[in-house]
């Protein structure tokens, strides 16, 4: 048999496998890397889908946290992982905001992964203490203007989708503030709640038990629409600020080199699991708007995302360390 139509017969084998290998997957549990914390706006969404998931797979998919460096330490353990989708990642826009922040990354986010499903996308919402003096979002803005430098603002690590929102806040009303990273928005609320914060544009899904509760008050959502979960609380631009809309989205991926096959076959599920009543409505109740892209069309957002990210911090002046 000649080499050419050796190579032939093995490339079609070697599909024919992936294939059956999507067909049948999962055949055992799939471990969810999480990048950020536990109680985070993307744990939360995270576990939420992993649930549903589980149920309709019949295998245990198993949230994983690894936390630190706006996701890109978890990002970094599914980079390495083999393609076989029983590693993936689960983690927001962040991931799109990494190569504009971080200088050297351990991974090239367009060649190191693949792109596989958009979950949902949400508004961060600008919290302050429930005691605190700021009762509105130009409050804030005029405290900063009146002394620069003075006000603290907490976001959930560089290049997490909540440092965005500060930048574009930052850029569109001209003030200076301290900007203090945290590893996610539990201990962002801590600091806020002992007085060490003053501000933080926090992922609504996982500030609103807090709102809710009495502990922090709501200003403002970084996006162009109210939200449903608290419909008294203005749009930034209502609040005064114009051109600073950005929303917070939670997304998953695989470690690049994964089937086609595999990636239509997890892409769809996916889609089916955040589709589904029950999921769907509790997904909404904390303030999310659940996606249905196909993964071609999630790719295409992330590569969107990557360009519009790197073209804002650039004006920005932030530079990449």
Sequence with gaps: MKAGLKGVIAAALAAASLGAQAQGYPVKAVTMIVAFTPGSAVDIVGR???DKLSQMWGQPVVPENRSGAGGSIGSAVVAR????????LVTSNAHAINPAIYAKLPYDTLKDFTDIALFVEQPNVMIVNADSR?????DVVTAAKAKPGSLNLGHAGIGSGTHLSTE???AATGIQVAEIPFKGTPEVVAA?????VDGYWAPISAALSFVKGGKVRALAVSTGKRNPTMPEVPTIAEAGVKNAESALWVALWGPAGMSPELVNKINAD?????SDSATK??????GNTTADLSAPEFARLVREELETTRRLLQAAGVKPQ
Excluded: Q
Aim: no cysteine.
């Design 192 to 196: 806020m709640l002992s007085g060490n």
């Design 81 to 88: 992982a083999a393609p076989d989708g029983y590693t993936l």
């Design 168 to 170: 574009r806040f930052i």
């Design 134 to 138: 700021y009762r509105t979002l130009m």
């Design 48 to 50: 939420i889908v992993a």
């Design 281 to 286: 409505a509790k997904l909404e109740s904390l």
């Design 270 to 274: 996916a889609r089916k699991a955040v």
